[in-house]
T-cell receptor, first 118, second 115 residues
Framework: AQTVTQSQPEMSVQEAETVTLSCTYD???????LFWYKQPPSRQMILVIR??????QNATENRFSVNFQKAAKSFSLKISDSQLGDAAMYFC???????????????FGEGTQLTVNP | DAGVIQSPRHEVTEMGQEVTLRCKPI?????LFWYRQTMMRGLELLIY????????DSGMPEDRFSAKMPNASFSTLKIQPSEPRDSAVYFC?????????????FGSGTQLSVL
């Protein structure tokens, strides 16, 4: 079974600064998808960024980028020019690309609470 | 589109009572998921449907839990009888397809408190 670990329960960053959230995962599969979701106080989970395992290039979405290290099974999220609205719980998630293994099951990490200080 | 709509937003009930959580997925989406979020176990998948048919219910904790999807625009998650350990936030999510380009849209969740 796959597992996802976020070792930082809490992180803080000054507004306009850069912060990196860590995520590691364990899998024996070679093809899979990785995601970062944001959960603000409104509770709704919002997709921030996603990465296909077979793509070498790190995904980027505006101020959000990832550092995907497949051999190390690491998938960190970098937030540049942090804004107050970035304050939220961030979840790393894994999904197998093999339908027979997990269908559409997402396995989530424990989450990292990000505080943005003005 | 209004997104995934869940009701109620909050539910407080007493142990032993029946609880029904409701979800309206985004129109046109063919996959619907029920997740549960607790401090102890984090986010875990309970069950998911494809074209209204349950595909994987291995995450349903026990027989007290049941889920239905009578049509493409409505799903329910029922707990009967409810217990204090069922207290959690229950999320419904929907998507169109399941490939990489699938984007999972979550509702705002139902905060369930069983006293």
């Amino acid at each position: 079974a796959q597992t996802v670990t976020q070792s930082q329960p809490e992180m803080s960053v000054q507004e306009a600064e850069t912060v990196t959230l860590s995520c590691t995962y364990d899998t024996s599969e070679s093809d899979y998808y990785l995601f970062w979701y944001k959960q603000p106080p409104s509770r709704q989970m919002i997709l921030v960024i996603r990465q296909e395992a077979y793509k070498q290039q790190n995904a980027t979405e505006n101020r959000f980028s990832v550092n995907f290290q497949k051999a190390a099974k690491s998938f960190s999220l970098k937030i540049s020019d942090s804004q107050l609205g970035d304050a939220a719980m961030y979840f790393c998630a894994y999904r197998s690309a093999i339908w027979e293994t997990s269908g559409s099951r997402l396995t989530f990490g424990e989450g990292t609470q990000l505080t943005v200080n003005p | 589109d209004a997104g995934v709509i869940q009701s109620p937003r909050h539910e407080v009930t007493e142990m032993g009572q029946e609880v029904t959580l409701r979800c309206k997925p985004i129109s046109g989406h063919d996959y619907l998921f029920w997740y549960r979020q607790t401090m102890m176990r984090g986010l875990e998948l309970l069950i998911y449907f494809n074209n209204n048919v349950p595909i994987d219910d291995s995450g349903m904790p026990e027989d007290r839990f049941s889920a239905k999807m009578p049509n493409a625009s409505f799903s329910t998650l029922k707990i009967q009888p409810s217990e204090p350990r069922d207290s959690a936030v229950y999320f419904c999510a929907s998507s169109l397809g399941t490939g990489y380009y699938e984007k999972l849209f979550f509702g705002s969740g139902t905060q369930l408190s069983v006293l």
